[in-house]
């Protein structure tokens, strides 16, 4: 196995890829490049149709249109046990009655290879996902974590070409689920596979991905690094499911300046008409002038190193989330009266 990184070459095209069941256009006109060796990331809220593209790459189901371009060749006419893709399910589906180490031979004895090149395979998994001490213990004998470490140890096992996940960190408590993330980048980066997970955690998607696609109603709204789509969020759905987004409603004058009620910013914008003004909690200061937006302190939210005040203001009905270092010499009580500073440079603007 190889320590690898992502490079710009597609191992899989999707090409305008299309489902609908009756009615519902479950995947409407989705097109992506996923890059070899990447960790790409499928998000989105639920209903929007991730699983059924996943599922389509994995030929459980039959796209209505579209393509799906494995390093080129059309993978229509193959089906699931023919596909070098592997999908990882949600539910772990591992053999009982079986230690692990049967569990993790079983695919590989099913493809007849030898005793000693499966045994060889199978201890360098183990060795990979850390399982060499489980190695002759049953499932029930496992945490969930374990488990789960034995699940992807047993996709992993056949070498595919690209590892579908669904979800696979859905069972987890909060703390196993953030440590596998890490362990799963981990794993990936050194088997040198490429990965495609699902999930509706924005969170998740930020940690573990290379690159994120975010999907609505079937339909592909951004596709980009982490960092561009938290920074550019391309819409303001984009912009309000990946991480705390503050909005205020307002407009644009002709001189390019944003104005809500009570607040006005240098904005430099082009185009006039009504507008949401978006910034995250991270770019807005407090005042050491005075000078800025008047608000008052309705809740204060410790995260350790930082605290997010909430600040009612006139500009917004919503309260503003401000995040500051918890050891601002400024006041951080309830009912305290604060003045806020927004970086312009740091807002994104969007049509109502
Ligand atoms: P979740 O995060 O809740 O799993 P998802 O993003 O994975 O959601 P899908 O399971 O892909 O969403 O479903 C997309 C849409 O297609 C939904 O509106 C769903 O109700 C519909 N759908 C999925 N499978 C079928 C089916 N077999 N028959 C009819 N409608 C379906």
Same mark, same amino acid.
Request: hydrophobic content about 40%; aromatic content about 4%.
């Given at each position: 196995m190889t320590d690898s990184r992502s490079t710009n070459e597609t191992i899989l095209k999707i090409d305008g890829l299309r489902k609908s069941f009756g009615p519902v256009m479950a995947v409407d006109g989705v097109s992506l490049d996923i890059r070899k060796n990447e960790f790409f990331a499928l998000l989105g809220?639920?209903?929007?149709? %991730?699983?059924?593209?996943?599922? *389509?790459?994995?030929? #459980?189901?039959?796209?209505?249109?579209?393509?799906?371009?494995?390093?080129? !060749?059309?993978?229509?006419?193959?089906?699931?046990?023919?596909?070098? @893709?592997? @999908?990882? #399910?949600?539910?772990?589906?591992?053999?009982?009655?079986? !230690?692990?180490? %049967?569990? $993790?031979?079983?695919?590989?004895?099913?493809?007849?290879?030898? %005793?000693?090149?499966?045994?060889?395979? +199978?201890?360098?998994? *183990? !060795? +990979?996902?850390? $399982?060499?001490?489980?190695?002759?213990?049953?499932?029930?004998? $496992?945490?969930?974590?374990?488990?789960?470490?034995?699940?992807? /140890?047993? /996709?992993?096992?056949?070498?595919?070409? +690209? =590892?579908?996940?669904?979800?696979? $960190?859905? &069972? =987890?408590? %909060?703390? =196993?689920?953030?440590? *596998?993330? =890490?362990?799963?980048?981990?794993?990936?980066?050194?088997?040198?596979?490429? #990965?495609?997970?699902? !999930?509706?955690?924005?969170?998740?998607?930020?940690? *573990?991905?290379?690159?994120? &696609?975010? @999907?609505?109603d079937g339909k592909l709204l951004q596709c980009g690094s982490p960092e561009e789509v938290y920074e550019k969020p391309g819409d303001r759905f984009v912009a309000n499911f990946i991480g705390v987004m503050n909005f205020i409603d307002g407009h644009i004058d002709t001189g390019g300046r944003f104005e809500a009620a009570g607040f006005s910013l240098g904005l430099g914008a082009e185009a006039e008409g009504a507008v949401s003004l978006a910034v995250?909690?991270?770019?807005?200061?407090?005042s050491t002038s005075g000078e800025g937006l008047n608000g008052v302190i309705i809740d204060v939210a410790y995260h350790g190193l930082d605290r997010v005040l909430h600040v009612k203001t006139t500009a917004s009905d919503v309260p503003l989330q401000v995040r500051v270092a918890a050891d601002t010499a400024a006041p951080h009580t309830i009912g305290d009266t604060i003045v806020l500073v927004i970086d312009p440079a740091k807002c994104r603007i969007y049509r109502n």
């Open positions: 809220p639920s209903g929007c149709g %991730k699983t059924t593209l996943l599922r *389509m790459l994995a030929g #459980f189901e039959n796209p209505t249109g579209g393509r799906i371009l494995l390093e080129g !060749t059309d993978i229509a006419p193959l089906p699931p046990e023919k596909r070098p @893709l592997n @999908l990882m #399910f949600q539910s772990y589906a591992l053999f009982p009655h079986m !230690t692990v180490a %049967k569990n $993790l031979a079983y695919g590989l004895e099913m493809e007849r290879l030898s %005793k000693n090149e499966i045994d060889r395979r +199978v201890d360098e998994i *183990m !060795t +990979v996902t850390d $399982l060499t001490q489980f190695a002759n213990r049953k499932p029930e004998q $496992l945490s969930g974590g374990q488990r789960q470490r034995v699940a992807l /140890a047993r /996709a992993l096992i056949k070498r595919p070409k +690209v =590892l579908l996940l669904d979800e696979p $960190l859905g &069972a =987890l408590d %909060k703390k =196993l689920r953030e440590r *596998m993330q =890490l362990e799963l980048k981990r794993l990936q980066h050194e088997v040198g596979i490429t #990965f495609i997970i699902v !999930t509706h955690d924005q969170e998740e998607a930020l940690v *573990m991905a290379d690159r994120m &696609a975010i @999907l609505r995250r909690p991270e770019n807005i200061r407090l």
